[in-house]
């Protein structure tokens, strides 16, 4: 098998196990704590609070461990936290029912904690995955392999959510549906190493901790050089350097999409199945909404031939602006309007918001990478992520202070 392949089939395993839980998660917290937003909205906060405070440093982290010692620590990190979050949500959901004693606080708070873990080791895999080990793989040529990673997750996003769903309704047994996610967990962990260890014994450049430079053409100049000697000197990248480097506005505009509760996030899944939406349709629905993120990053490259980059992000921003306004109306008049009529503008809006949204994503992206040296790029990634996850605290945050359904149009008006 290609290296090629073998990268695609690691990432997809990795994707699928991971939007599997991402959407189970918050299944399993409204399947425990049945009256409010608030036990979701903690979960969320703490776990995005713990990506703020620390992406910038597991970026940094990155580029001083081996590059196989870092999938290892991440990998295991990531499958260990599932499979002891999936236990213990099992353990909650059938012996305290949601009772508020301390033996369930206790629990919950160990889920919490795991779940933070997790957000870090998905962001450490992310980061030296998708803008180290993929840059070398292909030898800088990323045009081709990003869009089909994109596309790989997206699948998994469109896909995993209807089996999650499925396996979590009233249908399947509890105790199956646990045992199913702790057993795929483990046979994708085996896996996935198995075939990035191929990939590392075949490819030399993997095991050269220097970050790779792509060949020039010209020949470098004084200051070329001198550039090249501060950077191989220091690949940790400041806040004060982050803010001055010319991707800073487009990563801060990356991470101001994150305070918007109007996708199928946590937040508005835990809304969605309080106020009466089933978990199957839950899936179907996210599933519908992963296709027309797939099409997106079809569409991107396409519109970029024509327009640029820049201005296909512009684009993009500004369909997903128009059509999450639809979503709006259909929260706010929902009492009002016809339950079709509701939902069809709610789940529909959503859907074609995904369009604009994996756009722009794609988009900057390829911006990115062809802005900033390979020396600092997971650095500045993790400063990305910083700022993803600040953005998204806030969502957090307003439906910690707004934590009533009935109130939901407040924090989906502000996003």
């Not at 128009?322 to 259909?330: G, Q, R, S, Y």
């Amino acid at each position: 098998m290609h290296n090629h392949h073998k990268l695609y089939l690691s990432h997809m395993l990795t994707s699928w196990v991971d939007r599997s839980f991402e959407f189970a998660s918050y299944l399993l917290i409204s399947r425990v704590y049945t009256a409010s937003l608030l036990q979701s909205s903690i979960y969320g906060l703490v776990t995005t609070l713990s990506a703020l405070l620390l992406s910038n440093q597991i970026g940094n982290w990155i580029n001083i461990l081996s590059r196989l010692n870092t999938y290892r620590v991440t990998l295991l990190s990531q499958k260990l936290s599932i499979i002891v979050s999936t236990v213990l949500f099992h353990y909650l959901a059938n012996n305290n029912n949601g009772d508020s004693q301390h033996p369930s606080n206790a629990l919950y708070a160990i889920i919490i904690v795991l779940g933070c873990t997790l957000k870090l080791s998905f962001i450490g895999n992310s980061i030296a995955i998708e803008k180290d080990w993929a840059v070398i793989i292909s030898g800088g040529h990323l045009e081709a392999l990003l869009p089909t990673m994109r596309r790989i997750d997206l699948i998994c996003k469109t896909i995993s959510p209807v089996f999650i769903g499925y396996l979590l309704t009233t249908a399947v047994p509890p105790l199956v549906a646990t045992l199913v996610i702790c057993a795929w967990t483990t046979v994708s962990a085996i896996v996935e190493y198995i075939l990035v260890s191929q990939i590392h014994r075949d490819v030399p450049e993997l095991h050269v901790r220097s970050p790779y430079t792509p060949p020039t053409t010209s020949s470098p100049t004084a200051d070329d050089e001198q550039q090249q000697i501060q950077e191989e000197a220091s690949v940790a990248v400041s806040l004060r350097e982050y803010v001055h480097h010319k991707t800073f506005l487009i990563t801060l505009s990356v991470g101001m999409l994150y305070i918007n509760v109007l996708s199928f996030g946590g937040t508005m899944t835990s809304y969605l199945v309080l106020t009466g939406y089933s978990n199957g349709l839950l899936g179907i629905m996210k599933a519908v909404s992963g296709v027309m993120g797939v099409a997106g990053t079809y569409a991107m490259p396409l519109l970029a031939k024509r327009i640029g980059n820049v201005r296909t992000g512009l684009w993009s921003i500004w369909q997903l602006t128009l059509t999450l306004a639809l979503v709006v109306i259909a929260i706010a008049d929902n009492k009002q309007m016809d339950h079709t009529v509701s939902s069809v503008l709610l789940f529909g809006g959503m859907a074609a918001s995904r369009l604009g949204l994996w756009m722009f994503d794609l988009a900057e992206s390829l911006i990115l990478q062809e802005y900033t040296s390979q020396s600092h790029i997971t650095s500045i990634t993790g400063w990305q992520y910083s700022m993803c996850n600040l953005f998204d605290l806030l969502q957090y945050v307003l439906t910690i202070v707004v934590s009533d359904p009935v109130m939901f149009v407040v924090p989906a008006s502000i996003s």
